[in-house]
């Protein structure tokens, strides 16, 4: 597993597991990130926030919540 910060541009991976407290694991779910969903990451440029693209939305993160997000490259 991998954190989603370790992906490339253009990679696709699938969520794993998400890290965290109650109120940080509340919005990302309520984002529509959630284990099993697939995400393709758009950007990936430090120290910029990431951008992933996942069930027709573009999301951006920042990289201390991206660092508590893992996933399986596909």
Same mark, same amino acid.
């Given at each position: 597993m991998k954190k989603l910060t370790e992906l490339s541009d253009g990679q696709k991976a699938k969520i794993?597991?998400?890290n965290g407290d109650k109120r940080y694991l509340t919005r990302i779910t309520a984002i529509g990130l959630n284990i099993g969903c697939v995400v393709e990451m758009l950007q990936n440029v430090k120290?910029?926030?990431?951008? &992933?693209?996942s069930r027709d939305t573009m999301i951006a993160l920042?990289?201390?919540e991206s #660092?508590?997000?893992? &996933? #399986? &490259?596909?």
């Open positions: 794993t597991a998400i120290p910029s926030p990431i951008l &992933v693209y920042n990289r201390a #660092e508590q997000i893992l &996933v #399986e &490259v596909i």
